[in-house]
């Protein structure tokens, strides 16, 4: 069983992005806004996220 992940902010429609929904549910769009509202960095040199559940 999966109790976390560690990862990057990945763009909309991507298939790194439905890994983060599957695995914390609709927060993922709260998680995001966010970051957006934050002003992190998005994709490979982005910043990271612990997301743990």
């Not at 990057?8 to 970051?35: C, E, K, M």
């Amino acid at each position: 069983m999966v109790q976390g992940l560690i990862t990057n902010f990945h763009q909309p429609r991507s298939t790194l992005l439905l890994l983060v929904a599957a695995l914390v549910g609709d927060d993922w769009r709260q998680i995001y806004q966010h970051a957006l509202d934050h002003q992190y960095r998005f994709l490979s040199y982005g910043d990271g996220s612990v997301l743990h559940f």
